[in-house]
Nanobody, 127 residues
Framework: QVQLEESGGDSVQAGGSLRLSCVAS????????MAWFRQAPGKGREGVAT????????YSADSVKGRFTVSQDNVNNTVYLQMNSLRPEDTAMYYC????????????????????WGQGTQVTVSS
């Protein structure tokens, strides 16, 4: 079992920055991939960024590329999402997710392939 807890969400103005954190506990050595998803009101869950825990390889969705960066701290079992140049359309609940299995490229942003989820942290960006 893996437990995930996000933090760092806040209300900011457009152009601002936030850093989200996701602390994993439990069977953390079993985690193969971690990801950040977001969900705005009335919309589906959208993949934002992923990281392969064994080698730190990262991927970012086109909608956030160049603005958001995912990273990990293996000592503290924490994954971060650094968000810069925030826009109103980035407003959403942000979730951390974990998979114990290899995820192919086609499934990288498929929420159905991640079995552990945090409760989410709210990010609100005003214009």
């Amino acid at each position: 079992q893996v437990q995930l807890e996000e933090s760092g969400g806040d209300s900011v103005q457009a152009g601002g920055s936030l850093r989200l954190s996701c602390v994993a506990s439990g069977s953390t050595p079993s985690i193969a991939y971690m990801a950040w998803f977001r969900q705005a009101p009335g919309k589906g869950r959208e993949g934002v960024a992923t990281i392969a825990t064994h080698d730190g390889t990262t991927y970012s969705a086109d909608s956030v590329k160049g603005r958001f960066t995912v990273s990990q701290d293996n000592v503290n079992n924490t994954v971060y999402l650094q968000m810069n140049s925030l826009r109103p359309e980035d407003t959403a609940m942000y979730y951390c997710a974990a998979s114990l299995r290899y995820i192919p490229a086609w499934g990288r942003y498929n929420p159905g392939l991640y079995i552990y989820w945090g409760q989410g942290t709210q990010v609100t960006v005003s214009s």
